[in-house]
């Protein structure tokens, strides 16, 4: 079967060209900004602006649940996690280089307790300094704890300041803020494919699998049939308000 060929209305066109530009601009001064910040709040804030101008989350997304509180009861430990965003863990640090080990130290922590606290959600965790920031996913021993976290997926601003459309698509893949944009081979493989944060989220090779083959066979069907290419936003909604099986079972 021929890869699917995506076809863009001029509407469609101007619209994905003008957020792409926008996050360009918006990157000429957010990131020496960033870098000069010189507190964990200051680098706070600033991202938060950055992401409610260039990526549409609202403050109160991120502000509302800062400085959450979280508590693990295996390993007697209290603290609170930067900002929690949907499956998202997000730790701030002034220079990730140098407090990258500190940083992790505390993504384990929070991986712990929200595993204690909703043992049926999989989180992941980010480490940033606002820009350059570093994913990861916690691995548990069959107790339940944590026993280590892996990196799973990296991004630097300044490095790929010449890339927006990356660093647009980047952030899009784990914040689901975009629908402006039209679904693209490399959109879909960043959002669904084994590297992607749904695999992350998934921690199964084989339901990751299903869910890209389920939104190729969607792609397909609305290509062949004139109707409109699906979000990869929605089908994932979809999926996590469903459950994965109950869309499979709907297939039949």
Same mark, same amino acid.
């Given at each position: 079967?021929?890869?699917?060929?995506?076809?863009?209305?001029?509407?469609?066109?101007?619209?994905?060209?003008?957020?792409?530009?926008?996050?360009?601009?918006?990157? $000429?001064?957010? =990131?020496?900004?960033?870098?000069?910040? #010189?507190? !964990?709040?200051?680098? %706070?804030?600033? @991202?938060?602006? &950055?992401?409610?101008?260039?990526?549409?989350?609202?403050?109160?997304?991120?502000?509302?649940?800062?400085?959450?509180?979280?508590?693990?009861?295996?390993?007697?430990?209290?603290?609170?996690?930067?900002?929690?965003?949907?499956?998202?863990?997000?730790?701030?640090?002034?220079?990730?280089?140098?407090?990258?080990?500190?940083?992790?130290?505390?993504?384990?922590?929070?991986?712990?307790?929200?595993?204690?606290?909703?043992?049926?959600?999989?989180?992941?965790?980010?480490?940033?300094?606002?820009?350059?920031?570093?994913?990861?996913?916690?691995?548990?021993?069959?107790?339940?704890?944590?026993?280590? $976290?892996?990196? =799973?997926?990296?991004?630097?601003?300044? #490095?790929? !300041?010449?890339?927006? %459309?990356?660093? @647009?698509?980047? &952030?899009?893949?784990?914040?689901?803020?975009?629908?402006?944009?039209?679904?693209?081979?490399?959109?879909?493989?960043?959002?669904?494919?084994?590297?992607?944060?749904?695999?992350?989220?998934?921690?199964?090779?084989?339901?990751?699998?299903?869910?890209?083959?389920?939104?190729?066979?969607?792609?397909?069907?609305?290509?062949?049939?004139?109707?409109?290419?699906?979000?990869?936003?929605?089908?994932?909604?979809?999926?996590?308000?469903?459950?994965?099986?109950?869309?499979?079972?709907?297939?039949?």
């Amino acid at each position: 079967m021929s890869p699917t060929k995506y076809l863009l209305t001029g509407d469609e066109m101007s619209a994905q060209i003008g957020e792409v530009e926008k996050l360009s601009k918006e990157l $000429i001064t957010y =990131i020496p900004n960033a870098q000069k910040a #010189k507190s !964990q709040p200051a680098k %706070e804030i600033l @991202f938060a602006s &950055f992401a409610e101008r260039v990526l549409g989350v609202r403050p109160e997304e991120f502000s509302e649940k800062m400085e959450t509180p979280v508590a693990s009861k295996l390993w007697l430990v209290k603290g609170r996690v930067d900002a929690v965003f949907g499956n998202l863990l997000i730790e701030f640090k002034v220079d990730l280089d140098k407090e990258l080990d500190d940083a992790k130290d505390e993504l384990k922590k929070y991986f712990q307790s929200f595993k204690e606290k909703f043992p049926s959600t999989h989180y992941v965790g980010i480490a940033t300094d606002g820009t350059r920031f570093r994913v990861f996913k916690p691995v548990f021993n069959a107790k339940g704890a944590v026993q280590s $976290i892996e990196q =799973i997926d990296s991004l630097d601003l300044e #490095k790929e !300041q010449s890339h927006p %459309e990356k660093i @647009f698509l980047w &952030f899009d893949s784990y914040l689901y803020v975009s629908e402006k944009i039209v679904p693209t081979t490399d959109d879909h493989r960043r959002r669904f494919g084994v590297e992607s944060p749904t695999f992350a989220f998934m921690l199964d090779e084989e339901v990751a699998k299903e869910i890209e083959s389920h939104f190729r066979e969607l792609v397909e069907d609305a290509a062949k049939s004139g109707k409109p290419i699906p979000k990869q936003s929605n089908v994932y909604e979809g999926i996590v308000k469903k459950g994965w099986e109950s869309v499979k079972r709907s297939r039949k």
